[in-house]
């Protein structure tokens, strides 16, 4: 369910969208590794979804875990596409296989603001996951996408870019 908040000014009503807030870190509820989703996805879990892809881009975000809106759910979505328009749900991911080389770059979190980390991640990633409409997938992602899943794996068990400093 949706909840609108609305308020009168003047002789118009104003109604805006209640919008999770990003957990910030040192909220501990970030260290806590999420849960299994159980299938077939009910109304909650699209709901959720739909939160969290407006979430991450109100936010200016490439990538929201659903523990950073206060979730146990083990679901993110990602979008790293120029325009902003394509994002990917993931549910019950599990990377199958990385690479041996590795990249170090530099990170941000939206529930760490201010904060960057240099962070030593595999230049590609083989990922599992179950699609929203609840079909197998597998994908290897490679460079900014396989950098995008491996931080988004971190918060779904429990960890932080910054904790690899």
Same mark, same amino acid.
């Given at each position: *369910?949706?909840?609108?908040? +609305?308020?009168?000014?003047?002789?118009?009503? /104003? +109604?805006?969208?209640? *919008? =999770?807030?990003?957990?910030?870190y040192p909220d501990k509820f970030l260290y806590k590794p999420t849960e299994e989703v159980w299938?077939?996805?009910?109304?909650?879990?699209?709901?959720?979804?739909?939160?969290?892809?407006?979430?991450? #881009?109100?936010?200016?975000? /490439?990538?929201?875990?659903?523990?950073?809106?206060?979730?146990?759910?083990? !679901?993110? %979505?990602?979008? %790293?596409?120029?325009?902003?328009?394509?994002?990917?749900?993931?549910?019950? =991911?599990?990377?199958k296989k990385e690479a041996k080389e590795k990249l170090t770059d530099e990170e941000g979190c939206?529930? +760490? =603001?201010?904060?960057?980390?240099? %962070?030593?991640?595999? !230049? #590609? %990633?083989?990922?599992?996951?179950?699609?929203?409409?609840?079909?197998?997938?597998?994908?290897?992602?490679?460079?900014? =996408?396989?950098?995008?899943?491996?931080?988004? *794996?971190?918060?779904?068990?429990?960890?932080?870019? !910054?904790? #690899?400093?």
């Amino acid at each position: *369910m949706d909840l609108w908040i +609305c308020w009168p000014t003047n002789s118009n009503v /104003i +109604c805006n969208k209640f *919008m =999770p807030d990003i957990v910030k870190y040192p909220d501990k509820f970030l260290y806590k590794p999420t849960e299994e989703v159980w299938l077939p996805l009910n109304e909650d879990h699209r709901t959720l979804i739909k939160d969290m892809i407006e979430a991450m #881009y109100t936010n200016n975000g /490439i990538g929201l875990a659903a523990n950073q809106i206060g979730s146990f759910e083990k !679901i993110f %979505v990602m979008d %790293v596409s120029n325009e902003k328009n394509n994002p990917q749900v993931f549910i019950n =991911p599990t990377i199958k296989k990385e690479a041996k080389e590795k990249l170090t770059d530099e990170e941000g979190c939206l529930s +760490c =603001p201010g904060k960057l980390a240099n %962070v030593i991640r595999p !230049i #590609y %990633v083989g990922l599992e996951w179950i699609c929203q409409h609840g079909k197998a997938q597998y994908k290897t992602f490679y460079h900014l =996408p396989a950098r995008v899943v491996q931080h988004e *794996m971190d918060h779904l068990n429990g960890k932080l870019c !910054i904790d #690899y400093v």
